[in-house]
């Protein structure tokens, strides 16, 4: 899931901090999330699926050669 937010805010054309400044959080949070040292409730990745336009179940999916 951790490759995933990162390249959906890629994606989006979006920095760390546009993503913090529109969601209402800390640039610092989204790092966080990013490298997995904070984990996100389905309250805040829906919040992230919905700035992404991405479905919830994309960042849930795992990717080939993945392991679950």
Known sequence: MLK????ARLDAGL???EVAERLGLRQT???KVELGERRLDP??????AA???KPVTWFLELEEG???
């Open 43 to 48: 309250v805040e990745l829906t919040l992230f």
């Open 51 to 53: 700035l992404y336009s």
């Open 15 to 17: 920095t760390q901090v």
């Open 4 to 7: 995933r937010l990162r390249r």
């Open 29 to 31: 949070f989204v790092s």
């Open 66 to 68: 993945e392991k679950d």
